[in-house]
């Protein structure tokens, strides 16, 4: 699909025409204040060699235990018209977000979402969270799985399930016990808990699945603005580039983000125990099991988080749980390919990829990875 001169789609200004080939910019765009200067395909690159995975969101970079790791890269998706700048079939959200593996990152992103002091404290003051502090990870993921998944060609711009999910927060607001007031729907405290699950997106591949490349990262940077902005929350404030991403999530994770009473809570979760989240398995079943799923569940947690952030917690890090989680990583890059659909994604995700794929005729491969 060549568009011949600059078109406008509604809150994503294009500022000179790009070429849209298999869902790849071939030229320079500007996604409201995200402006992309290389072309931003699925590449068949690997990351250079080993970074430090410190506080920094993109990118993520690989540990010392990965470097002699077999790695491939995803297939580039065939050629062909794709939606522009859409999260449907050819996007990372897309495909990514949907991986069950993606399951085991749900840890750190709760615990980076209760270290913040507005959600900690809104979570003490309005939720259940002592009494069942997994119940909201567990509530709230298939609502932001909706976003997504629910309407994946939507244009950019809020759409039902993201305004749904931004009302459930419209009365979430106080003061904490430090006098500091907190509003769910400020700009920074919104965008925060939205990019924890990008972050997510990107601790799992580089930790768990297959490490993303550098394009990869300038294309979900720009793909969590436009995921963002279907909410329809307050973009005050919110970093408009990748390079002030980076400045502004070091700076969150090192300066704002605290150990509270609510991130204890996660910490203790597996001690304590946990109400059952899984509806009709018996009680006495859940009894057994949960001590071992549930501290392995939050030991990937951990080992998730950016290094600031486990200071922060005062929980250690290994070089033992290193090669533990390495153990782990090879197990799931080795298995992943092999697992059937239904298995492999998320049933949500999978419900979707179906749908399209009897809807455009396609196979299901092509109703993941794009373009139909």
Known sequence: MRLTSPV?????????????????????ARIAGAVLQTPVRVASTVL?????????????????????????????PPAGDGPPLGLGPGSLVWRLFAESYQALTAGSIGLLQTMHPAIGQ????????????????????????RVVYADPFAAPGPTAQGELVRS??????????????????????????HMTFVYGIVAGSDRLGLPLTE?????????????????GASEDGIPETRAELEAWWTH???????????????????????????PGLPEPVWELIQRPLLTAWLWVGVGLLPEDCRDTLGVAWTDRDERRLALLRTAIRSCNGLLPPFVRYHPLAYAAMRQIAREQRVSFRRAVDGPV
């Open 8 to 28: 406008r789609v509604p809150g994503v200004p294009l500022q000179r025409p790009v070429r849209v080939a298999g869902g790849a910019l071939q030229g320079p």
């Open 48 to 76: 250079p060699g080993p970074t430090r995975l410190a506080g920094s969101l993109l990118p993520l970079g690989l540990t010392p235990a990965e470097v002699d790791a077999p790695r491939r890269a995803p297939a580039m």
């Open 122 to 145: 809104s979570l003490q003051d309005h939720s259940n969270f002592f009494e069942d502090p997994l119940d909201r990870i567990f509530r709230s993921l298939p609502h932001i799985m």
């Open 168 to 193: 459930f927060h419209g009365s979430i607001k106080g003061t904490d016990d430090q006098g500091r007031d907190y509003d769910a729907l400020d700009g920074e405290t919104f965008f925060w808990a």
């Open 215 to 231: 394009e990869q990262r300038d294309q979900l940077f720009a793909e969590a603005l436009l995921w963002y902005r279907r909410y």
């Open 252 to 278: 969150m994770c090192r300066d704002v983000l605290e150990h509270n009473a609510t991130s204890q809570g996660i910490l203790d979760a597996a001690k304590d125990g946990v109400p059952c989240p899984v």
